[in-house]
């Protein structure tokens, strides 16, 4: 068993904890390798990973011993118990504070004592553009400016992510298939990838994340226009979460720079734009195009597929890439899909 953040206690020590899980898992490979090699037994091992209180301290009369005590213990072993042989397996309180510098996979739900059910996932890797080389072992400069980031910022971005999600389960209308809860993470994760891609650093990167997180917020009153909506909000409630007011002004331009047709004034606004529309040259383009033409459909802005496609290709065709970044990732890919969509045009009668 290990620990981190005591006697001293310290922000980074989730971070610092996955890091170590990583590297002991990496070693454990190497090793196990040249076991078998040898003809001799590899050793199966498991990681898990929670945070929370502990109670520490010294113990015994004649032998001393240093140990820590608490729930948070006894979850740590269950997500141990419930890791896998060579993974990480990370709770989901650990999960929030490390989710932004790791690529994580969800696992479900695990029951632990005292605490009910407790959602679960493995961590896979550095996030490719933190690492060097982007191969998601050792973390880059970027990492630890990241990193510093969360930890100093006078923004409190995780409470005003934690405040819109929230808000968006309980009040998104059912048929929104395509302006959901999942989109606005999707954008999210975007806007990030691009923002440290293109070389954002400081508060920038969260002031394009959170107007990512408000700018289909205006979805909860109304169908078009929402983004007047989704920057009032922003504006309201931000606030209580350490933003200020010129921050607030960046938001608010941000998500109206994310009305169709996108016309955007700036590099933060082309990254939002981008990010935004991420998927139309990303791999799950159909899945998500499918969902987009199922909201319309319903609302009898479209009304048959040869309709949908014309729709699809007139819109693709017009928009435009704005960043670097995204006309390297997703410009051939686009163009791809403009082509399979012509191509079923053709069968139309």
């Known amino acids: 068993m290990c620990a981190g953040g005591i006697p001293i206690r310290n922000k980074s020590n989730p971070i610092d904890t996955v890091l170590a899980g990583l590297e002991i898992q990496r070693f454990m490979k190497t090793y196990n390798k040249i076991k078998t090699k040898n003809g001799e037994s590899a050793w199966g091992l498991r990681v898990g990973i929670h945070t929370g209180n502990v109670v520490a301290g010294v113990v015994g009369i004649k032998r001393f011993a240093y140990d820590i005590w608490g729930d948070s213990v006894n979850v740590a072993s269950r997500i141990e118990a419930a890791s896998a042989v060579g993974k990480v397996n990370v709770s989901g309180a650990t999960y929030e504070l490390i989710k932004e510098f790791f690529t994580c996979e969800y696992r479900g739900k695990i029951k632990a ?3 009910g059910n407790i959602d679960m996932y493995f961590v896979h890797t550095i996030k490719p553009e933190l690492s060097i080389d982007g191969k998601g072992i050792e973390p880059n400069e970027l990492f630890q400016k990241y990193v510093d980031l969360h930890i100093y910022s006078g923004i409190n971005y995780r409470k005003a992510e934690k405040y819109i999600v ?6 998104l209308p059912d048929n ?18 691009l923002a440290l891609m293109e070389g954002i650093e400081g508060d920038d990167i969260f002031l394009l994340k959170t107007a990512a997180l408000y700018h289909d917020a205006g979805f ?3 169908y078009a226009n929402n983004e007047d909506l989704g920057a009032e909000l922003a504006r309201e409630v931000l606030p ?4 200020t007011e010129d921050q607030l002004d960046t938001i608010c331009k941000l998500i109206q720079a994310t009305k169709v047709p996108q016309k955007p004034n700036n590099h933060l606004e082309q990254i939002i734009c981008d990010a935004d529309l991420d ?3 990303g791999d799950e383009f159909h899945f998500i195009a499918d969902k987009l033409k199922r909201e319309l459909m319903e609302r009898d802005m479209v009304q048959t597929d040869k309709q949908w496609d014309e729709l699809q290709i007139k819109f693709l065709q017009a ?4 960043t670097k970044t995204a006309i390297r990732l997703r410009q051939a890919n686009k163009m791809d899909r403009v082509q399979e969509i012509k191509d079923r045009l053709k069968g139309y009668k």
Do not use: I, P, S, W
């Open 166 to 171: 929230k808000r968006l389960k309980k009040e």
């Open 279 to 281: 998927y139309l040259g």
């Open 113 to 115: 004592k005292n605490k």
């Open 176 to 193: 929104l298939h395509y302006h959901d809860l999942r989109h606005t993470t999707d954008v999210c994760a975007a806007v990030e990838r």
């Open 240 to 243: 209580r979460f350490g933003y």
């Open 319 to 322: 928009h435009t890439y704005f």
């Open 220 to 222: 909860v009153h109304q």
